[in-house]
């Protein structure tokens, strides 16, 4: 089991390098670069700076030069927030994020998978239909009509919670944006969980339970909730990636510190290295998440367990 | 005169077919089993025989509709509430079905599979509960019980799967073991040991065996008595030598010929019935089988027969039964 863990993760390395060279040679091949301006700058002061980040190199040097630094744990310093390491503006971003993603998530499971089940069990009755018109809803309308709404009822109509910030009002901080953040993943979680319980219930080992005279509850609990959230737990693993590493919108919209803005800001400011560093975060996240659920699938799955 | 275990009276069961339209699975069967009894159901696939089996213990999908009268022990199943029906599962009457290889769990070990049986219906302990299991896997002829117990289903063939949802189905001695084409998904060789471990089984457990199946021979080999169905309706009943022999209905005999031979001249072609099942939601008028019958009189056209009592032994439902016109089994 652990030589065969082992064995996946150093599997993902090339993954992971094939990930950061594609990253490294898009970036370069944008147009424009970190340094240009509506005026351009003196080009001695150029020049300078070009020298300083290593870009008067030619482009397989400037590579090489990377990974070699990527060997040391070093991703470089940032071109547009000078006086900083791409490492300490992840560093300080990222802790903020993943609590945020966190609390999301875990809302999203337990609150999706609960409704997912009993949708399920209740299935075409008005709960059921009620719900998955909801989740639907709740997936097609964007982050950035309901993070607004959110603000708009419950601070500044209702007045309950802050309407943004971090770790000024504590915890009511957190309570809006976890709720934007998980309501999309409450609705898709739900909708897999109703589906995959669903079929599962249709499956004959449960017909043989119900044959046993058992009742519903335990065979719900003990037989078909085990397969019916392998589904779900496969939907988890990226998605929880993407989550713990932030959402641009609602960090803009809520005022949070955390490093979903890089994303994007970073790619527009053509900020090569902090591109990189999102990239390679975000991509080693996936990695693990992915890693950590067939971790789980083995755990669960008595099938897999041997082999 | 006493009740017999098991009295079937009558049952319907039907599904909603498009257009207000009704298929009618089972129509008006009846049926009883003594306690220690064998009864075979035959009857080709769509004929009912499984969704009897399910309707015995309300198991039947939420969208059949099931009429009539099951009475087991004295006690009527038909309309209990869930709770009083599980009293009844796996307790008082015990449930094998076609599929062994999906039929258990592959998320649990098969002890937690057959022991929650026990701790349910006889609330003993989980220790006590296991204990009993490895005695039944015994029973079963399932060599090294304690330590089968901690596997899992795919550990296991399919031959020795159904002997442990046999042994599960048993657990709690039940007065009724219902075996719903308990060998179909098997090997012929499995298939035989699974038939004689029934049959030692009933006898040594005094069970009652409610054997349904498509294979009139298998049927024959286990059951004292045999009902042939067909479209829903009992066609024929009684002992299982006479069916195989002397056949009355002209579907028993034409379920005889039909099969293949290993005494039959070389060359010799099957006789298959010529046609179809009826559609369950489009059942002719008069007698369902008689666009397929060889022997079909007027009246076979806008009478439904009943199953009448032709001596002691069996009845049988046709306008035209084969021994009344003279016609031997097999010449249809």
């Known amino acids: 089991?652990?030589?065969?863990?082992?064995?996946?993760?150093?599997?993902?390395?090339?993954?992971?390098?094939?990930?950061?060279?594609?990253?490294?040679?898009l970036m370069r091949a944008a147009p424009g670069?970190?340094?240009?301006?509506?005026?351009?700058?003196?080009?001695?002061?150029e020049a300078a700076l070009q020298a300083e980040y290593h870009l008067d190199q030619p482009l397989w040097?400037?590579?090489l030069h990377y990974l070699g630094g990527l060997a040391h744990g070093d991703l470089g310093p940032s071109f547009q927030y000078s006086g900083f390491s791409v490492a300490e503006l992840i560093a300080s971003g990222a802790p903020v994020s993943f609590k945020l993603g966190a609390c999301a998530m875990s809302l999203a499971v337990l609150l999706g998978g609960l409704l997912g089940c009993v949708a399920a069990l209740r299935r075409n009755s008005?709960?059921?239909?009620?719900?998955?018109?909801l989740a639907m809803l709740g997936l097609s309308v964007p982050n950035y009509v309901v993070a607004p709404l959110l603000i708009l009822l419950f601070a500044i109509v209702l007045g309950w919670l802050p309407a943004g910030g971090w770790s000024t009002h504590g915890i009511g901080d957190a309570v809006l944006p976890v709720i934007a953040l998980a309501l999309p993943q409450i609705a898709t979680i739900a909708r897999l969980m109703r589906a995959s319980m669903i079929e599962t219930l249709s499956a004959n080992f449960i017909r043989t339970a119900r044959a046993k005279g058992l009742p519903m509850r335990l065979i719900v609990w003990r037989h078909a909730l085990k397969p019916a959230l392998l589904p779900v737990l496969s939907y988890l693993g990226p998605a929880a990636a993407g989550i713990v590493t932030g959402s641009v919108v609602i960090e803009q919209v809520f005022a949070i510190p955390g490093i979903g803005r890089y994303f994007v800001q970073a790619a527009l400011n053509r900020d090569y290295t902090l591109v990189l560093g999102v990239v390679i975060f975000y991509g080693a996240l996936i990695i693990l998440f992915n890693f950590l659920v067939d971790l789980l699938y083995g755990l669960l799955d008595p099938r897999l367990r041997l082999s | 005169m006493a009740e017999p275990l098991l009295q079937v009276r009558d049952l319907r069961i039907s599904f909603a077919a498009g257009q207000g339209g009704e298929a009618h699975a089972v129509g008006g069967l009846s049926f009883g089993l003594e306690a220690g009894q064998t009864l075979g159901i035959v009857g080709e696939s769509g004929s009912g025989k499984s969704q009897t089996a399910l309707a015995l213990l309300g198991l039947q999908s939420r969208a059949a509709r099931v009429g009539g009268s099951v009475r087991f022990e004295g006690r009527e199943l038909l309309g209990l509430d869930e709770r009083a029906l599980n009293q009844v599962r796996g307790n008082r009457i015990g449930l094998v079905f076609q599929d062994p290889m999906t039929s258990l769990n592959p998320y649990l070990s098969i002890g937690a599979q057959m022991a929650e049986v026990l701790v349910q219906h006889r609330g003993l302990s989980r220790a006590a509960a296991l204990a009993d299991s490895a005695r039944m896997l015994d029973a079963v002829r399932i060599a090294d019980a304690a330590a089968r117990l901690r596997q899992y289903p795919h550990e296991f063939s399919g031959g020795m799967r159904q002997r442990v949802l046999i042994a599960t189905a048993l657990l709690c001695h039940p007065a009724l073991l219902v075996a719903d084409e308990p060998t179909t998904a098997l090997d012929v060789t499995v298939?035989?040991?699974?038939?004689?471990?029934?049959?030692?089984?009933?006898?040594?457990?005094?069970?009652?065996?409610?054997?349904?199946?498509?294979?009139?021979?298998?049927?024959?080999?286990?059951?004292?008595?045999?009902?042939?169905?067909?479209?829903?309706?009992?066609?024929?009943?009684?002992?299982?030598?006479?069916?195989?022999?002397?056949?009355?209905?002209?579907?028993?005999?034409?379920l005889l010929a039909s099969r293949p031979r290993l005494d039959a001249p070389a060359g010799e072609p099957l006789r298959p019935i010529p046609g179809h099942?009826?559609?369950?939601?489009?059942?002719?008028?008069?007698?369902?089988f008689r666009p397929r019958c060889a022997v079909a009189v007027p009246a076979c056209e806008t009478l439904v027969p009943e199953l009448r009592a032709l001596d002691e032994s069996g009845g049988c439902a046709c306008h035209a039964p084969l021994r009344d016109q003279g016609v031997g089994p097999g010449v249809v």
């Open chain 1, 33 to 45: 670069g970190p340094f240009d301006r509506e005026r351009a700058l003196p080009p001695q002061i």
């Open chain 1, 61 to 63: 040097r400037q590579y």
């Open chain 2, 191 to 254: 298939q035989a040991e699974i038939l004689e471990l029934l049959q030692q089984l009933r006898q040594e457990l005094g069970l009652a065996l409610l054997f349904i199946s498509h294979d009139l021979d298998v049927v024959a080999e286990v059951c004292e008595r045999v009902l042939v169905m067909y479209a829903g309706r009992a066609v024929e009943s009684g002992p299982a030598a006479q069916l195989l022999t002397a056949p009355r209905h002209p579907y028993t005999a034409g």
């Open chain 1, 1 to 25: 089991m652990l030589t065969h863990a082992l064995k996946r993760l150093l599997g993902a390395a090339p993954t992971l390098l094939l990930l950061i060279t594609l990253a490294f040679f």
């Open chain 1, 126 to 133: 008005i709960f059921d239909r009620a719900l998955m018109a």
């Open chain 2, 277 to 288: 099942p009826p559609d369950p939601a489009r059942l002719p008028a008069g007698c369902a």
